[in-house]
């Protein structure tokens, strides 16, 4: 059993391209993952650009088990709550320049909610030979295209 995670080293080249990959499928729609400091501070934050299309934001010194939760929050987000989202250039602002973003806090606790839904079934269905954080992804993927090929 494996309890490394790729994103132990968060620079990891494969780790991203897997994130990449991965995010649009457990999200349920196109979106852009980006290791860049969150412009309201925190861990994460998601918005939605001028062309439409979410951008999940992960705060650069995360690793390990907090960026693989915070992914999952975040994703939470774009297939909850990114369809109600005003388009913004939040993505282009620099980091820590949002000092009066508020969170919707029934937005917040959705987004847990649908998180711990996908820790809890990745960490069951992940394959043990893999990076934990790897399995988790991989185990929500094949979760959402077997449902798409039913």
Do not use: F
Request: negative net charge; contains cysteine; proline residues 6%.
């Amino acid at each position: 059993m494996s309890d490394i995670n790729l994103s132990d080293n968060p620079t990891s080249p494969i780790l991203w391209r897997l994130i990449s990959k991965a995010a649009p499928i457990i999200a349920g729609r196109d979106c852009i993952v980006k290791r860049r400091d969150p412009t309201a501070g925190g861990n994460g934050e998601t918005s939605v650009n001028l062309e439409g299309v979410p951008v999940v934001a992960i705060a650069e010194d995360l690793q390990g088990d907090q960026l693989t939760a915070t992914l999952l929050h975040e994703l939470a987000h774009v297939k909850l709550h990114a369809a109600k989202m005003q388009r913004s250039s939040t993505e282009l602002e620099p980091p820590g320049s949002d000092t009066k973003h508020k969170n919707r806090p029934e937005w917040e606790l959705e987004a847990d909610n649908q998180a711990l839904e996908w820790v809890r079934y990745g960490m069951t269905n992940r394959d043990l030979n893999l990076p934990k954080d790897a399995g988790v992804l991989l185990a929500l993927v094949g979760l959402y295209l077997e449902g798409a090929n039913q």
